[in-house]
């Protein structure tokens, strides 16, 4: 009998800790919500502002001004864009990430998110090619985060690749999934770092050395929205060879 007390008395214990737990993690996903929104608003007042700035709007400004608010506003613009990555982190966690799904065509969407980055491939003599299957069928996605995932991984393999490299995006159909990945002969990933490159705030070894920008968010993001959609999201990495990211949708 008092072996069965005892063992029921950690049992309670485990299930009061675990209440506890998810109590502590709610409180902190509610704060990271209210927070974001707060600084959302005032950041995009400066973005606003700025940009009246620097389209002379309120009068001409010199080179050496231009400079400090083009500077000003990059900032400004990081700051948004990790704004947006944790409260896309607090709607992950609620269970209300995806809203709108659509039938649309994902070869085109990878084409347009290609188009924005042209500059960049452009100023890093990237090598960029885009291979695709003829005739990709339609597949129902939530457009804005399929765009985003797909952007986060392209956005890295050319972050992460040095000038004169190569980037290579393609979309296959295979047995009811549709198949799209993102070749790079970037710095790769360290063998023994990545078990972690799926969790939150994870940034390599390797490429804080690059001194390069991120927040740690875009694969944990990209790997919920891919899940999310009923898909598989998985990589190969080779330190200093460069990186393969995969994920799949069901059509």
Same mark, same amino acid.
């Given at each position: 009998?008092? #072996?069965? &007390?005892?063992?029921?008395? +950690?049992?309670?214990? +485990?299930?009061?800790?675990?209440?506890?737990?998810?109590?502590?993690?709610?409180?902190?996903?509610?704060?990271?919500?209210i927070?974001?929104?707060?600084?959302?608003?005032?950041?995009?007042? !400066?973005?606003?502002? @700025?940009?009246?700035? @620097?389209?002379?709007? &309120?009068?001409?400004?010199?080179? #050496?001004?231009?400079?400090?608010?083009?500077?000003?506003?990059?900032?400004?613009?990081?700051?948004?864009?990790l704004?947006?990555?944790? @409260?896309?982190?607090?709607? !992950?966690?609620?269970?209300?990430?995806?809203?709108?799904?659509?039938?649309?065509?994902?070869?085109? /969407?990878?084409?347009?998110?290609?188009?924005?980055?042209?500059?960049? !491939?452009?100023?890093? *003599?990237?090598?960029?090619?885009?291979?695709?299957?003829?005739?990709?069928?339609?597949? &129902?996605? =939530?457009? #804005?985060?399929?765009?985003?995932?797909?952007q986060?991984?392209? =956005?890295?393999?050319?972050?992460?690749? @040095?000038?004169?490299?190569?980037?290579?995006?393609? /979309?296959?159909?295979?047995?009811?999934?549709?198949?799209?990945?993102? +070749?790079?002969?970037?710095?790769?990933?360290?063998?023994? *770092?990545?078990?972690?490159?799926f969790?939150?705030?994870?940034?390599?070894?390797?490429v804080m050395? &690059?001194?390069?920008?991120?927040?740690?968010?875009?694969?944990?993001?990209?790997?919920? !929205?891919?899940?999310?959609?009923g898909?598989k999201?998985?990589?190969?990495?080779?330190e200093? #060879?460069?990186?393969?990211?995969?994920?799949?949708?069901?059509?």
């Amino acid at each position: 009998m008092p #072996e069965k &007390l005892k063992k029921k008395g +950690k049992q309670l214990k +485990k299930e009061k800790e675990r209440v506890e737990e998810e109590k502590i993690e709610r409180l902190k996903t509610e704060f990271v919500s209210i927070t974001a929104h707060q600084l959302r608003t005032p950041l995009s007042a !400066i973005k606003w502002i @700025l940009e009246m700035l @620097l389209n002379e709007e &309120l009068g001409k400004i010199t080179k #050496e001004q231009r400079e400090f608010l083009e500077k000003t506003y990059r900032s400004n613009e990081r700051m948004i864009s990790l704004i947006n990555s944790l @409260l896309n982190v607090t709607k !992950i966690k609620e269970g209300k990430f995806l809203y709108k799904p659509v039938l649309s065509q994902i070869d085109e /969407l990878t084409e347009s998110i290609i188009e924005v980055f042209k500059d960049e !491939i452009k100023r890093k *003599q990237i090598e960029f090619e885009f291979k695709k299957s003829k005739k990709l069928p339609k597949i &129902l996605i =939530d457009i #804005e985060k399929i765009k985003l995932a797909i952007q986060n991984l392209i =956005d890295n393999a050319i972050r992460y690749t @040095l000038p004169r490299g190569k980037v290579t995006v393609s /979309l296959k159909a295979i047995k009811g999934e549709i198949e799209f990945s993102v +070749k790079d002969t970037g710095v790769g990933i360290p063998e023994n *770092q990545q078990e972690r490159v799926f969790s939150k705030f994870f940034r390599g070894k390797n490429v804080m050395r &690059l001194e390069t920008e991120g927040s740690g968010l875009g694969l944990f993001i990209t790997k919920n !929205i891919v899940e999310a959609h009923g898909g598989k999201i998985w990589f190969k990495s080779e330190e200093r #060879e460069g990186t393969t990211f995969y994920f799949t949708l069901p059509y």
